[in-house]
Nanobody, 128 residues
Framework: QLQLVESGGGWVQPGGSLRLSCAAS????????VAWYRQAPGKEREGVSC?????????YYVDSVKGRFTISRDKAKNTVFLEMNALKPEDTAVYYC????????????????????WGRGALVTVSS
């Protein structure tokens, strides 16, 4: 069974940091584009970042997180991470990872429906 599981969410004060993990089972993330999305209460899901497959390894970020968030891959752990620094209250959301074996990253923020595999999400709360 192909599965993605997010972890690492929690509560943090503004300016703090968290690292989210997206662990895959049943398949190798090396051959997949992997994206992070988030959905805040009462808002639509939005793209955050994307990492193309390990043969390309191109990273993409939406403007609101550039310079603060970093996406990376650990091949040995079959896991993709989202390092989040300088967190703001507006970063509060449920964060989802998604993966697809086709090249999806270039337009990931416009076409989330292109990703076949999704995790259940991890809640990130940024407040004082």
């Amino acid at each position: 069974q192909l599965q993605l599981v997010e972890s690492g969410g929690g509560w943090v004060q503004p300016g703090g940091s968290l690292r989210l993990s997206c662990a895959a089972s049943g398949f190798s993330l090396d051959y997949y584009d992997v994206a992070w999305y988030r959905q805040a209460p009462g808002k639509e899901r939005e793209g955050v970042s994307c990492l193309s497959n390990s043969h390309v390894e191109t990273t993409y970020y939406v403007d609101s997180v550039k310079g603060r968030f970093t996406i990376s891959r650990d091949k040995a752990k079959n896991t993709v991470f989202l390092e989040m620094n300088a967190l703001k209250p507006e970063d509060t959301a449920v964060y989802y990872c998604a993966a697809d074996h086709m090249p999806r990253c270039r337009y990931f923020d416009y076409h989330p429906h292109n990703f076949d595999l999704w995790g259940r999400g991890a809640l990130v709360t940024v407040s004082s």
